[in-house]
């Protein structure tokens, strides 16, 4: 009666460039560590994005690049030229930035190269396991507590975080096009949606499977409990044996729209 709890943010948008990973923390949120994956976004996928915002005049005011670890990206460079670039010439009130594990020689030599003008989020991660995450691959969906719960209300993090962007098109929130990868359902948007769209139906089907719809609202880091293990409920058990076992053509985010490859 009184609408939906949360509404994707129309002005920020995370680009997940990869979902290759140099650690393969428990409870990663895009399966890095539970479906690997080395497919990485291209650049052309970069510059299509840069051309539909500015074919269609969206305002960003965050453009966030991550993954995946997003500085072993092997264009990363060329990928935060682009967006530094379009945010110069074209919209200078737009922050770029970049989020990365901070993990490995590799990656601070990557990270001391980021260009300036782009703000670098450094999480620190030292090793596999984050006491702060929650129980990603717990779906909602297989919890009987949930049973009468509409997921299309989403979550804090597609309010807060904004649009997702990856190789498989645009999703209510990056999370969900990680869910998608796993899934294999074709789910992303070929082209830039227009402004106001709510993606309701993407996340009904997105947010009965994240373990981050149980909590709804951002919990403060000191309040979270930490997770034993990597809990992973049937719904995913099942998706995780289907990602391992076969391989389905999934729709990519390009020219046309009708491209394919092998995930
Ligand atoms: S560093 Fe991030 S992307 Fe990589 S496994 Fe950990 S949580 Fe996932
Ligand atoms: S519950 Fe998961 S898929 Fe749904 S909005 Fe939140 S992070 Fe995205």
Redesign the pocket.
């Known amino acids: 009666m009184l609408g939906f709890a ?1 509404t ?1 943010a129309q002005d920020l948008i995370e680009i997940d460039v990869t979902f290759a990973c140099n650690l393969r923390c428990l409870n990663c ?1 895009r399966s890095c560590t539970q479906a690997p994956d080395a497919g990485h976004m291209t650049l052309a996928q970069v510059e299509r994005f840069v051309v539909e915002t500015r074919e269609s005049a969206r305002r960003w005011r965050r453009v966030r690049v991550l993954g995946g670890e997003p500085m072993i990206h092997p264009d990363i460079d060329r990928i935060l030229a682009i967006l530094l670039a379009w945010r110069d010439r074209e919209s200078p009130d737009t922050t770029i930035e970049v989020v990365t594990n901070g993990h490995g020689r590799h990656v601070q030599e990557a990270i001391a190269r980021v260009p300036e003008g782009v703000v670098v989020k450094n999480t620190r991660k030292a090793g596999r396991v984050q006491p702060k995450f929650e129980a990603f691959n717990e779906a909602p969906c297989d919890d009987a507590r949930f049973a009468w719960t509409d ?1 299309a209300h ?5 309010e807060e ?1 904004g649009i ?1 962007l990856n190789a498989l098109g645009y ?6 096009g990680g ?1 998608d990868r796993v899934f294999r359902e074709g789910a992303g948007r070929a082209s830039l949606p227009a402004e106001g769209e709510t993606f309701r139906e993407d ?1 009904r089907r ?2 009965a ?5 149980r909590g ?1 609202w951002w919990t403060p880091l000191e309040d979270r409990t930490p997770v034993e293990g990597e809990p992973w409920s049937p719904t995913w058990r099942a998706a995780y044996a289907r990602a391992a076992r076969g391989r389905r053509r999934l729709p990519l985010y390009t020219e046309g729209g009708a491209g394919g490859r092998e995930q």
């Open positions: 949360h994707p949120d997921f989403g979550c804090w993090v597609t975080c997702g999703f209510p929130c990056a999370v969900a869910i996340l997105a947010c499977r994240c373990g981050h719809f709804g």
